[in-house]
């Protein structure tokens, strides 16, 4: 909760000073001399409140979405040996992390993914793929769980929700604040809002989000790094990069997570000609070549 304090309060000074700068190089008087009456401060509250929401909604509800969407099957008792193994393993796991003991389940994919989500450290949910318990020898499943519970201590989940709802408060508004100046200043509508303002707003919008997921992908990826290195310090270097060069294989294989769940698996697959042509900017993960690399060159 300290975080989650510390961050929003952090994130509320800048946009605060976001709407100090356009006061102070004259936005202000520009839009006055214009007839808009726009009060930043009112649309900065009104863009975070609505920035945030959904946001921090999606967090809460995270647990209960992996659940349903990913057909996760809970296991509240073990009905098998393998299964047993994954209760002890994640038990000890968390241990160490220093986590509360989180919802374990296993999902049907014939990939090697899995996946962490839920709103605090004390309270998540860590899953695995069919597939991964197939593919993978138990040290490189041990290693996968350790990299799941690295994000879990690490806090990412919360922390990339965040950054999620400062991004979306910013280009809520900027998109209106470019919106209401090409209505007024350039195109001289008077009264209401025009077309212009509507399609500027839209297109605006659009742009403004492309950039923005620049950065939460920058985020994303950082953390992937991160949870490597969690993964190696509980679980064995050797383990964790014999994992990740398991996954190489699949490489080619497009996702089957769907976008609300990729960017907390421990992988994500080539989805398509946009990813491949701009490359690293808009995915989620590191390449997997980095992500071996930056493990040996520190082990």
């Given amino acids: 909760m300290l975080r989650?304090?510390?961050?929003?309060?952090?994130?509320?000074?800048?946009?605060?000073?976001?709407?100090?700068?356009?006061?102070?190089f004259g936005f202000d008087s520009i839009m006055a001399q214009n007839g808009v009456d726009l009060n930043?401060?009112?649309?900065?509250?009104?863009?975070?409140?609505?920035?945030?929401?959904?946001?921090l909604i999606s967090l809460l509800a995270s647990k209960w979405m992996a659940k349903k969407f990913m057909h996760v099957r809970m296991i509240d008792q073990p009905r098998n040996e393998t299964e047993q193994w994954l209760v002890n393993t994640v038990e000890t796991l968390s241990k160490d992390a220093?986590?509360?003991?989180?919802?374990?389940?296993?999902?049907?994919?014939?990939?090697?993914?899995?996946?962490?989500?839920g709103w605090n450290k004390n309270n998540s949910l860590v899953a695995v793929s069919e597939g991964l318990l197939q593919r993978m020898n138990r040290d490189e499943v041990r290693a996968v769980l350790a990299h799941e519970l690295g994000h879990v201590a690490n806090g990412d989940m919360v922390t990339l929700t965040l950054i999620q709802g400062v991004v979306n408060?910013?280009?809520l508004?900027?998109?209106?604040?470019?919106?209401?100046?090409?209505?007024?200043?350039?195109?001289?509508?008077?009264?209401?809002h025009g077309i212009g303002y509507f399609i500027s707003v839209m297109i605006a919008q659009i742009v403004l989000t492309i950039l923005a997921s620049m950065v939460v992908m920058w985020f994303s990826r950082r953390r992937e790094?991160?949870?490597?290195?969690?993964?190696?310090?509980?679980?064995?270097?050797?383990?964790?990069?014999?994992?990740?060069?398991?996954?190489?294989?699949?490489?080619n294989m497009p996702s089957d997570m769907g976008e609300t769940f990729t960017a907390f698996g421990l992988k994500n697959g080539r989805t398509g000609s946009f990813q491949e042509k701009f490359g690293h900017l808009f995915m989620s993960h590191p390449p997997l070549d980095a992500r071996i690399e930056a493990l040996?060159?520190?082990y």
Avoid at 40 to 55: K, M, N, Q
Avoid at 173 to 192: A, P, T
């Fill in 169 to 171: 408060t910013f280009v």
């Fill in 296 to 298: 040996r060159n520190r």
């Fill in 98 to 117: 220093g986590v509360g003991m989180p919802e374990i389940g296993i999902f049907p994919s014939p990939q090697s993914n899995a996946f962490a989500t």
């Fill in 173 to 192: 508004f900027f998109s209106r604040v470019i919106g209401h100046f090409v209505d007024r200043v350039l195109l001289k509508n008077e009264q209401g």
């Fill in 4 to 24: 989650i304090g510390l961050f929003l309060l952090t994130n509320f000074a800048i946009l605060l000073l976001a709407g100090a700068v356009l006061s102070f």
């Fill in 40 to 55: 930043l401060t009112a649309l900065l509250i009104w863009c975070a409140v609505i920035g945030f929401a959904g946001s």
């Fill in 225 to 251: 790094f991160r949870a490597d290195e969690a993964g190696a310090q509980l679980a064995g270097s050797a383990a964790m990069i014999g994992a990740l060069e398991k996954l190489k294989a699949e490489y």
